[in-house]
């Protein structure tokens, strides 16, 4: 069974930068697609990023050009670098792995998350 535990989020003013990491357990992700998702109060959890085994990534529109995901297959770890922070950006993050292949949009195509960071950007 892997877990994800996330890491690195906090208050930042708006133009600032944040990088997330999860830190998987359990059992190697190398094979795994993983993907960053948040969700602002009162709305649904919305895909950020995803990154496949072998390195194709997609982003959504809304931080593309400014978030950047990255992982390392030997730590198990996976990170999302956000710069040019919006306050629309504030929610709780969460990093979560789909056991199957290819790129995933949807939290119902993930298998496992973390437990989520909480990011705050202010105006």
């Known amino acids: 069974q892997v877990q994800l535990v996330e890491s690195g989020g906090g208050l930042v003013q708006a133009g600032g930068s944040l990088r997330l990491s999860c830190a998987a357990s359990?059992?190697?992700?190398?094979?795994?697609?993983v993907g960053w998702f948040r969700q602002a109060p009162g709305k649904a959890r919305e895909f950020v990023a995803a990154m496949t085994w072998s390195g194709g990534t997609y982003y959504a529109e809304s931080v593309k050009g400014r978030f950047t995901i990255s992982r390392n297959n030997i730590q198990n770890t996976v990170a999302l670098q956000m710069n040019s922070l919006k306050p629309e950006d504030t929610a709780v993050y969460y990093c979560?792995?789909?056991?199957?292949?290819?790129?995933?949009?949807?939290?119902?195509?993930?298998?496992?998350w973390g437990q989520g960071t909480q990011v705050t950007v202010s105006s």
């Open positions: 979560a792995l789909g056991e199957t292949r290819g790129i995933h949009t949807t939290p119902n195509e993930y298998d496992v």
């Open positions: 359990g059992r190697s992700f190398r094979l795994y697609t």
